[in-house]
């Protein structure tokens, strides 16, 4: 059998093949994701006081932990998945189709309570320069969500540069309100403040529950990295890793502190219906000036504007995704002729927000309740989809003779440009467990190269190892602290459990209404042994005779269907869109449902790979599923390289003749 050589830069390769020139460098990643996570500062103060008073800081700094162990899983999300698509990609991977969706409800809730309540917060620290509009703060919110929804119709949405000077000056507002405070309090004060607030007289275990549940509001954001894979630059790890880092210090540094800080230092402010959502502007004037609350309150009005448009942004490409799945119907998908906008999409995303502020009355303690269930849940689903990719992929590298690499494919790792980012990782694993366990190290005359490649290799055996157990760790925290927010604020589990059953029921009339069932195509794990490969490309005239013959021929045993899709010219990609090149391919999608009705007729076990096509591609798949027939059309075998059988076999049908290249392994 052959062996692939896999490049470190090879994802990063794929990307470029794939989606063309990307444009988010670190930098301005970080500004997306600072100007979501970042605005969170502006109302959770308030919010969270109204639940656990003067401790608010301390659970902001206790679920300041779990966000960076947080950020960890969603950078590999990340790298894993440069489609985008976040909480839906993984969700659909890990499980199945159905999961998928349910992650995009959950995450859909959490947009609309975000685009919400950052707008309704936006008019509120607008009121502290412009007293006049706070009588009429909803109605001004409404009108300004609309104005939201008619420049995404027109087209006009805010760039990342445009994120980026909006995030350069929040936090540089937020740094100048810590330095004119802490300047201001003598060190006895600063000590004492941090007495109060981390004095624990009055925690108890379910007030701790409670408390850790409610502070993951002030990290809503995060799902926005993942989203931005698409239009990242190469090499896409090192942008993740990167932009994370820098997000997680930008937090870690203004949130803990601005939280206790306009807690412990305005208590009455706090306690106030009206004051409470203007904390931050009101504590950079009590200890500043009259210019640096104005400069803090119309910064903060326009990031929470900014965090707002990404929501809506962000939910109309969910919405997007779901109806090319077929999940919702599609008229979702149509444009209008005049600026090529998804209009009924954006018309959703920019409505129902509206409609909760109206049922609500504009009110951001109650906005700030219902978040529980849509944010935690779709954090909860996003790790656990992950962990459980982790588990098989686990599983399989355990044993080292799943692959046997012998002697590299030609061209390198050019012929990995169309495998997803886990398969590569997996080849790659695989190929160093192999070669480290065919060449043990020897006690003398050892090379030094190799010694320190050897220690290279087993750091980075423990890295993965604790790197798995943590993540299962913090699926742990992360699903602890949905249970406690749905038993603690039952209003957020009627409010997001039934915008989230609306849409599964949406889904499933759309499912049963279309005469072929909604597929989710995965990644591949390893070796599926005694398994049928059938190969299926676009132009191929016999597919379906190929999906019969590999059916007839699996007596029982999995089969997966391979489908090598044309490669197009792709237009650049945009911030938060999901980029899957098979829910745009009909051919494959008429494929594979035909595929599934005639599998789940014979009752077998089925996968389903999309693939862009390279005649080489195959291969790699063949390395490490390693099945014992690979079935596809005889002018396609033609085509194919690298595929080693023990014997090929033809069989004749009315459409020509299907090839079975046989193996033993």
């Known amino acids: 059998m052959t062996q692939a050589t896999v490049s470190p830069d090879t994802s990063s390769h794929a990307q470029s093949n794939t989606h063309g020139k990307a444009s988010l460098g670190p930098l301005l990643c970080w500004a997306v994701v600072f100007a979501d996570i970042g605005s969170s500062i502006y109302y959770v103060p308030g919010i969270l006081y109204n639940a656990v008073g003067a401790l608010a800081g301390f659970f902001v700094l206790l679920t300041m932990v779990v966000f960076v162990l947080l950020t960890l899983k969603y950078a590999e999300v990340s790298q894993r998945f440069p489609e985008g698509g976040g909480v839906v990609s993984v969700a659909a991977q890990a499980i199945n189709s159905w999961a998928g969706a349910l992650g995009g409800m959950l995450i859909l809730v959490s947009y609309f309570l975000t685009a919400a309540i950052s707008c309704a917060s936006a008019i509120q620290y607008f009121g502290v320069v412009f007293t006049a509009v706070l009588p009429f703060a909803l109605w001004i919110t409404i009108g300004v969500l609309i104005l939201l929804g008619f420049l995404n119709w027109v087209g006009i949405s805010e760039s990342a540069k445009v994120s980026l000077i909006g995030a350069i000056v929040a936090f540089g507002s937020d740094l100048a309100i810590l330095w004119t405070v802490f300047t201001h309090l003598s060190p006895a004060e600063v000590f004492s403040l941090i007495h109060t607030a981390f004095a624990r007289e009055s925690l108890t275990p379910t007030s701790l529950l409670v408390g850790f549940a409610g502070a993951f509001l002030a990290f809503s954001g995060l799902e926005s990295i993942s989203q931005l894979s698409p239009v990242m630059k190469a090499p896409r790890k090192k942008v993740i890793g990167l932009a994370l880092f820098l997000v997680a210090l930008t937090i870690g540094i203004t949130s803990p502190l601005l939280t206790m800080l306009a807690t412990l230092l305005q208590p009455q402010q706090a306690a106030d219906p009206v004051l409470s959502t203007q904390l931050v502007s009101l504590l950079g004037g009590h200890w500043g000036s009259v210019f640096l609350q104005t400069e803090v309150a119309i910064s903060a009005s326009l990031i929470l504007v900014f965090a707002s448009n990404t929501a809506i942004i962000g939910a109309y490409h969910v919405f997007l995704a779901l109806s090319r799945m077929e999940f919702f119907p599609g008229f979702i998908l149509k444009r209008n002729r005049f600026r090529d906008t998804p209009h009924w999409s954006i018309a959703l995303a920019t409505g129902i927000p509206i409609i909760i502020l109206l049922i609500v009355n504009g009110n951001i303690n109650l906005l700030g309740d219902l978040y529980a269930f849509g944010l935690l849940g779709a954090f909860t689903i996003t790790c656990l989809g992950l962990d459980l990719i982790r588990m098989r992929e686990r599983s ?57 490649s050897s220690l290279l290799h087993n750091t980075h055996a423990l890295w993965q190892s604790l790197d798995f157990w943590l993540g299962l760790f913090t699926t742990a925290l992360v699903a602890l602290a949905w249970v406690v927010g749905l038993v603690s604020r039952p209003q957020a589990a009627i409010f997001g459990g039934t915008v989230a059953l609306l849409g599964m029921g949406v889904a499933y009339i759309n499912y049963t209404r279309q005469g072929h069932p909604p597929l989710v195509v995965t990644s591949l794990e390893g070796r599926i042994p005694d398994s049928v490969l059938a190969v299926l490309t676009t132009n191929d005239p016999q597919k379906v005779q190929v999906i019969e013959a590999a059916i007839n021929n699996a007596r029982g045993k999995p089969v997966v269907f391979l489908y090598l899709g044309e490669q197009e010219n792709q237009r650049i990609p945009q911030p938060f869109e999901i980029v899957d090149p098979y829910l745009d391919d009909t051919s494959a999608k008429t494929a594979f449902s035909k595929a599934e009705m005639m599998a789940r007729k014979a009752r077998i076990t089925r996968r389903f790979l999309y693939r862009r096509r390279d005649d080489r591609v195959a291969a790699v798949v063949w390395q490490i599923l390693q099945p014992r027939d690979v079935v596809l059309s005889a002018k396609t075998a033609s085509n194919l390289h690298n595929i080693n059988p023990d014997r090929i076999r033809y069989e004749l049908t009315p459409n020509g003749k299907i090839a079975h290249l046989l193996k033993h392994w």
Not at 405 to 427: C, R
Request: hydrophobic share 30%.
């Open 396 to 452: 399989l590298t355990l044993h080292r003779e799943v692959i046997n690499p012998e002697k590299p494919l030609k061209n390198g790792h050019t012929e990995l440009a169309a495998l997803s980012p886990s398969e590569i990782h997996l080849l790659s694993h695989l190929e160093v467990s192999s070669t480290t366990s065919r060449e043990p190290i020897r006690k003398t005359n050892q090379p030094v190269n190799s010694i320190i």
